[in-house]
């Protein structure tokens, strides 16, 4: 499978600081997954040209035409973090492209738990997967699909209507490298924000400022049970609030929030 590392010298960004260069593997996550297994240390990060089988969320796929997009995994181990603040991480990782993002593409927010949009179309989407060791969180897996450079032709029908990307939404190609460089930067210095005091420093002013959803009807899933209102702010726990039309507030903290007259994708 390909894979070159790049060992940078010391001193340089942590996360990152080894990197694994993979032309095609099966999934990012999964790779960076077995390497966590096998003892690789916090920050590990690894990148491919192609994925085979790129997962998404929920069992879906994550399509991405070879060579024009980022598809990459970061591996974290967060000793300080208790299992439940695990997830919220998606939305710190959201929260740093977002930010090193926004000085190149327009109308970028983030749609809770886990995906960037540019306008009403899907940027990027997160997946992170936590492995546990008893009751204490062993490592985490982030990865990310962003869209940067891929055309409209270069989607399936059913994803040209709802993906875009970097090139798509300004008209110019990026480097690819350096895109993922600044990402690193942006997501160490929002990890350690999050870990030193969770979701009420930066993360949280991004989050409310950049909220897709605030304000939006929404339908949330939670466990087989379908809660129907208006999306709020996102608390303290990275938990996304709905108002019903009662005016109850539900805090949600995991689901997949669907857009009234728009589908979930
Ligand atoms: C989603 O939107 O449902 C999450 C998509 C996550 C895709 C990325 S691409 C890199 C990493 N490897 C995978 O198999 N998935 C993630």
């Given amino acids: 499978m390909n894979a070159s590392e790049y060992f940078p010298p010391v001193g340089t960004n942590p996360l990152g600081g080894r990197l694994v ?4 593997v099966g999934s990012t996550n ?10 690789a240390e916090h920050g590990l990060v690894v990148v491919a040209d192609r994925q085979t089988g790129g997962r998404g969320r929920r069992g879906r796929s994550w399509l991405s035409p070879p060579g024009t997009n980022l598809a990459f995994s970061m591996l974290l181990r967060p000793t300080s973090l208790a299992p439940d603040a695990v997830p919220p991480l998606s939305l710190v990782a959201a ?3 977002l930010s090193c ?3 190149d593409v327009p109308d970028l927010s983030i749609k809770w738990p886990n995906d960037l949009y540019c306008g009403d179309r899907k940027l990027a989407g997160i997946l992170a997967e936590m492995r546990l060791k008893g009751r204490e969180t062993e490592f985490v897996v982030v990865g990310i699909g962003l869209n940067v450079n891929s ?9 040209a209507v709802t993906a875009v990307s970097m090139f798509q939404a300004v008209g110019r190609k990026f480097d690819l490298d350096e895109i993922l460089q600044r990402f690193l930067s942006s997501f160490n210095d929002g990890y350690h ?6 979701l009420r420093g930066s993360v949280r002013r991004i989050l409310t ?6 304000g939006r009807r929404v ?3 939670v466990n087989g049970r379908s809660i129907s209102g208006t999306a709020g702010d996102i608390d303290e726990q990275g938990r996304l609030l709905v108002y019903d039309d009662h005016g109850v507030c539900w805090p949600v903290a995991a689901g997949e929030a669907t857009v009234a007259n728009m589908e979930a994708f």
Avoid: I, K, T
């Fill in 193 to 198: 924000d999050y870990c030193r005091q969770g």
């Fill in 151 to 159: 055309g409209a032709d270069d989607w399936p029908p059913e994803l």
């Fill in 21 to 24: 260069r993979l032309e095609s």
């Fill in 95 to 97: 929260a740093a492209l």
């Fill in 30 to 39: 999964d790779y960076a997954w077995q390497l966590a297994l096998d003892g």
């Fill in 101 to 103: 993002l926004r000085e």
């Fill in 209 to 214: 400022e950049a909220s897709y959803l605030a």
């Fill in 219 to 221: 339908s949330v899933v």
